[in-house]
């Protein structure tokens, strides 16, 4: 989970439409993880736990303790604890860069290491841990061992043929600024290039088979890149849009004998819309079939938008069909706003559009000055029929005991 005009609209944007700022078969099917008993489902509360930022859990085991701590208080019956970022992994890994994952384990003797020690630990707890994952944004890292396998074409490319490895600072050049730009400035991975969605399976199987005791996988950033203002698909030929690298618009004319779209051509637009989104839902498809097939019962969750009608046109994020196919067993709705008729629209929206399995992701880090604010937001985000709340994050409990402190006690009349 710098000052820099970029980073600060980036800010913005995760406050209005949210996701994990840097420091989501059937879920009866499915049997209990390693024992622990399964509570009804609303009565889940999962506490997202970034591997940087303040606290950097995995760095040492000495800092699980006051983690616990703080998942005693906010009552919290999941941790999705952040493993991989940025293409760098905190878990031993031979298919992602495994240099935090090394240090964090030589810091502690050598012998331990750091995210078993954490699942098992959790577990005397009762609670259950999730590998949270950034599957397509490799924030700020133009390199790594994915795009050495994948090659430079990987990279998301825009609408007028620019890699975003040639966007300066990771964001549109200066003169486009003031109408146009990233909300998210990072090095994005295009689902539908050749060999995307099998290399990133691949990356999350080894995790889910070296770790046998994890209870589940949790993906964030599977979706294309937010702009702003936000551009609703590909039939309207301003704005800015992604996807329309060389590679790709080859397998899309291989797969449907179409042209895709392309500068201010918007020929068969709808149908690149419906097959780019196709691509992001294949990579879910795709990590869930070789994680599962490592690691039967793993619980598969995604973190999603929760702007239902915005993820679907403009980020390619068709969470309520993956509910719909049962290929995630949940999503979790990133409800982050502070607006409080906002926050209902959000919540309601998503509940309606994923259904039942839905959860409710609250930003309480934008409480941090008003805990009863958290607390309100928790108590209406359980009275909307989800299946359950998650906080974000560990950080900002830490940071501020009396917002963990109100999450605890419920709001005040």
Do not use: K
């Not at 800092?63 to 019956?77: C, F, K, N, S, Y």
């Not at 490799?138 to 790594?144: M, V």
């Not at 590679?247 to 690149?272: I, K, V």
């Amino acid at each position: 989970m710098c000052l820099t005009v970029a980073v600060l609209l980036a800010t913005a944007i995760l406050l209005a439409c949210g996701e994990p700022a840097p420091s989501t078969p059937a879920p009866d099917a499915s049997p209990p993880a390693r024992g622990l008993a399964r509570e009804a489902p609303s009565a889940r509360t999962a506490l997202w736990v970034p591997c940087e930022g303040s606290q950097r859990v995995l760095d040492s085991p000495d800092r699980t303790p006051a983690l616990l701590e703080a998942a005693r208080t906010v009552g919290a019956t999941d941790l999705f604890v952040q493993v991989y970022r940025g293409g760098r992994a905190w878990f031993d890994s031979s298919l992602a860069d495994a240099a935090p994952y090394r240090a964090a384990r030589d810091s502690a003797g050598g012998s331990t290491d750091p995210l078993r020690a954490l699942i098992a630990a959790a577990h005397a707890e009762g609670l259950r841990v999730h590998a949270w994952v950034n599957v397509l944004s490799l924030a700020a890292r133009r390199g790594g061992p994915l795009l050495a396998a994948l090659g430079p074409g990987a990279v998301q490319t825009d609408r007028d043929g620019r890699s975003l490895l040639d966007y300066p600072a990771l964001q549109v050049p200066d003169a486009e600024r003031l109408r146009v730009r990233l909300g998210t400035p990072a090095v994005w991975i295009d689902p539908g290039a050749p060999g995307v969605a099998p290399r990133v399976a691949a990356v999350f199987a080894e995790l889910a088979a070296r770790y046998p005791e994890l209870d589940g996988l949790h993906l964030d950033y599977i979706r294309y890149p937010d702009v702003l203002p936000f551009t609703p698909g590909a039939r309207f030929d301003v704005g800015l849009d992604f996807g329309f690298g060389e590679a790709t618009r080859a397998r899309f004319r291989e797969q449907t004998g179409l042209d895709a779209p392309f500068g201010r051509d918007s020929r068969n637009a709808s149908a690149f819309d419906d097959w780019r989104r196709e691509q992001v839902t294949q990579v879910v498809r795709e990590i869930g079939n070789a994680t599962r097939a490592a690691h039967p019962g793993l619980e598969l969750s995604a973190a999603v938008w929760a702007y239902p009608e915005r993820a679907y046109l403009s980020l390619m994020q068709d969470f309520g069909r993956w509910l719909d196919e049962d290929l995630l067993d949940f999503a979790v709705a990133m409800a982050y706003a502070r607006d409080p008729r906002l926050f209902t629209l959000q919540t309601r929206t998503s509940v309606a559009a994923g259904g039942p399995r839905t959860w409710i992701g609250l930003g309480v880090w934008l409480f941090s000055s008003d805990p009863p604010g958290a607390a309100r937001q928790l108590a209406e985000a359980r009275s909307t029929g989800a299946s359950g709340v998650a906080l974000f994050s560990y950080d900002a409990l830490a940071e501020s005991p009396q917002l963990a402190g109100a999450l605890s006690s419920g709001p005040t009349p």
